[in-house]
């Protein structure tokens, strides 16, 4: 049985931008070995060039009363997956890109700029990090797919 999911939102932070919430962008240009073209965090570090967050995030914020924008958790995919049931090392289809799950994201002060309660509230459920696998392009709307289990070698 396979897992198929969508992608909400897509966002990328540009050069010379700081803060949050990230911007949204149109279409994610995926690029094994390289990143996000476009993205600041380009280059950077391989295992942490995508990060993806599920709705779970926002709906956790918005049950505590934290009005929230996409893009606030700093994710580059916003999915209505909780990529958090699954373990690192899993892949994801998404249109024509394949990500990898590498580790889930830390928790971050950065967002109690929202809320001082919200980094305690999703530090659960903030996000994962994933490299690039095969290069390809995402936009929201996409459909994606969980792909067979591969632990990294």
Not at 39 to 47: S, Y
Not at 78 to 90: E, R, Y
Not at 108 to 135: A, E, M, Q, T, W
């Amino acid at each position: 049985m396979s897992i198929s999911f969508t992608v909400v939102g897509t966002f990328s932070a540009k050069e010379g931008q700081s803060g949050l919430p990230r911007p949204a962008a149109d279409l994610l240009e995926l690029r094994e070995g390289y990143g996000i073209v476009g993205d600041k965090f380009a280059r950077i570090d391989l295992d942490q060039t995508v990060m993806i967050v599920g709705q779970r995030a926002y709906d956790l914020a918005r049950e505590a009363g934290i009005v929230l924008e996409p893009g606030s958790l700093g994710e580059n995919l916003l999915l209505d997956l909780d990529p958090h049931q699954l373990p690192v090392g899993t892949q994801l289809r998404i249109g024509s890109a394949v990500i990898e799950l590498t580790e889930a994201c830390t928790l971050c002060n950065h967002l109690s700029v929202f809320d001082r309660k919200l980094p305690k509230l999703v530090r659960h459920d903030r996000g994962l990090y994933c490299r690039i696998v095969v290069s390809g392009s995402i936009q929201a709307g996409d459909e994606g797919v969980v792909l067979e289990e591969r632990k990294r070698a």
